[in-house]
């Protein structure tokens, strides 16, 4: 393998191409949406098999980070794409019915993260960041009551304008303006009541039952860029995760 690219040790050779395939991701070499040299260029590049290269795509793949078009080759998996486009969206209607949701954007402003926010999102203490928050409806209903908390670095010039302007889903937009693409997210669910500002924005009484989502968004490099908390009316709709 070439001296250019820092090899790591201790992995079976596959997973040592995967890691430096993603490298190149990380560094913005081949952007979401874009062609990746072949399999045959990347044997070359790296010094290994094209064996080894084809396992190593196949498990990027399987993690929706690369994506493989017939006849075309592998590309870079981009939210842009319709079968992609809610992939991170969960909550449906009770019949599993999966729908496209109204966004409303109720403000967007910059504060200083607080020891909590700066943790999960790997920054320092009282750096700036973005807190969005936003309605989401289904089927004419609120549904999803979102407070979202971005570096307002990496995300400058993020705005209420922006966001209510642009034609797609949120992920899309960090992925099209700034080049940030989310590749997956952890989870951790709790029920809770509603209080009372939270239930008159989704139209419920104070003391209902809620869902409460705790996400942290990652991309390349398992870099945490979006902290996330959803509080979601199961009146008629629920969390679908889709398992194997």
């Not at 590309?75 to 909550?91: C, G, I, N, P, S």
């Not at 928050?133 to 705005?159: H, M, N, Y």
Request: aromatic share 6%; net charge neutral; charged share 25%.
């Amino acid at each position: 393998m070439t001296k250019s690219h820092s090899t790591p040790t201790f992995r079976p050779l596959y997973e040592q191409i995967k890691i430096l395939i993603t490298q190149s991701l990380v560094a913005g070499e081949w952007h979401p949406g874009e062609a990746i040299p072949s399999e045959l260029e990347l044997a070359n590049r790296f010094k290994v098999s094209q064996g080894t290269v084809r396992k190593a795509i196949d498990e990027l793949a399987a993690e929706n980070i690369l994506i493989r078009r017939q006849g075309k080759g592998t590309f870079v998996a981009t939210h842009t794409e319709e079968h992609t486009q809610y992939h991170f969206l969960r909550m449906v209607e009770i019949n599993g019915k999966k729908e496209e949701p109204l966004n409303e954007v109720l403000f967007c402003k910059r504060i200083k993260a607080d020891s909590d926010i700066a943790d999960r999102l790997e920054l320092k203490r009282g750096s700036p960041v973005v807190l969005l928050r936003r309605l989401l409806k289904l089927s004419g209903e609120p549904v999803i009551l979102d407070d979202i908390w971005l570096s307002a670095t990496l995300f400058k010039g993020l705005s209420e304008t922006m966001i209510s302007e642009f034609d797609g889903t949120l992920y899309s937009l960090y992925e099209t303006r700034y080049g940030t693409r989310i590749i997956r997210a952890e989870e951790r669910i709790q029920a809770i009541a509603a209080d009372a500002p939270t239930g008159e924005l989704l139209n419920l009484a104070a003391g209902t039952p809620l869902l409460d989502i705790h996400r942290i968004a990652y991309t390349y490099g398992d870099k945490p860029v979006e902290l996330r908390t959803s509080k979601c009316n199961t009146r008629h709709h629920c969390y679908l995760n889709e398992l194997g």
